[in-house]
């Protein structure tokens, strides 16, 4: 059928498991100098903008706290009466 993979087919190219994305690396350490070429800028613009809406000037916080910051991925706890066992992985490899 067009369209479908083989069955028991072996990985060929790609990453392997746990490699950093490249783009993803070089877009935050390219995020990272413009905050810190302009951490003074960065200070001021924010002030000025909590000065008109300091809802949006802490929502652009939190935005710009991912780039320093990443988050983690959600966990979900269950199991009743069972001992819960709980495994944590960082988003990024740089954790």
């Known amino acids: 059928m067009a369209g479908q993979f083989e069955k028991k087919r072996v990985k060929s190219g790609g990453r392997v498991a746990g490699t950093p994305n490249r783009v993803t690396s070089e877009?935050?350490?390219?995020?990272?100098?413009?905050?810190?070429?302009?951490?003074?800028?960065?200070?001021?613009?924010?002030?000025?903008?909590?000065?008109d809406d300091p809802a949006r000037a802490l929502d652009l916080i939190a935005k710009l706290a991912e780039f320093a910051a990443p988050k983690l991925l959600r966990t979900?706890?269950?199991g009743g009466r069972v001992p819960i066992q709980v495994a944590l992985s960082p988003t990024d490899a740089k954790l």
Do not use: G, I, M, P
């Not at 935050?28 to 810190?36: A, F, G, H, N, W």
């Not at 003074?40 to 000025?48: A, K, Q, R």
């Open 76 to 78: 979900e706890v269950s």
């Open 27 to 51: 877009f935050r350490e390219t995020v990272q100098k413009l905050l810190d070429d302009n951490r003074e800028n960065v200070s001021l613009w924010l002030t000025e903008v909590a000065s």
